[in-house]
């Protein structure tokens, strides 16, 4: 059963345009930066995922992610069970083209620009393109690049692409501004799942210097503390996903949205 306290979250009515890029430009216009709550399908039972919505919006992130680099899962009754508890936008994070469900607000649109793999620059963008006008999903084309996070992770393994090196800002400062001059509205710095190193500031903030577009970084960011940094690094938002998953208790939630927002 969801949570009865989330019934005035839903009365706020975060969602006053129908779009989820002009709700998390706000965002970053009213407080600075934005927290991401990464769900994994494959991690989360569905039972929780009404309770758990309510408990990610009332700690104070802007939106929901729900996806990952494999699913092993139906992902719909999650996606459902999530978006009928919240308020807050719940946007698709897919590992390719059959990770999506109508029962979402908005689908990063990303292209691995950071590989070489034609299939993750554009193959899965062809094949997903008529479901996510089936299901009326709202696309934010997403410049998505994988930096070395100190060890091997899915999306490294399940792309076969090579990520950048951690200690060439300069490499990945160009492929955010080639992002940004081919029309994409975000860019994604991703040190993968669980990373030992998350991104560099010093990566993030040539990033930040080189685009005007928001910049998403996630991967290995373990504490609050560490989020802070980032965001005054240059992030625009921040995502959260492993950590949570061994302790996503609103009060640790609450914490890092306070140090994201402040
Ligand atoms: C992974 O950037 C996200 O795609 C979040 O990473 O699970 O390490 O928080 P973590």
Redesign the pocket.
Known sequence: MPDDRCKKYKEYGHLTSNSVLKYLHGVIEKKKAGYLV?IDPDVYEIERCANLACEIERAGADAILLG?SLLTKDLHPIAEGLKGSTNIPIIL?PGDSMHLTPHADAVLYMSLISGRNPNYLIGEQVKAAPWIQQYNLEPIPTGYMLIDGGNRTT?EFMSGTVPIPNNKPDIASTHALAAQYLGMKMVYL??????ELPIPDDMISMVDSQVDIPLIV????RSPEMAARKVNAGANFI?????LEENCSYDFMKQFADAIHS
């Open positions: 990464l990952g994070f999306v991703e040190a993968g799942s669980g990373a996630g991967g290995g960011i995502v959260t996903g492993n950590i």
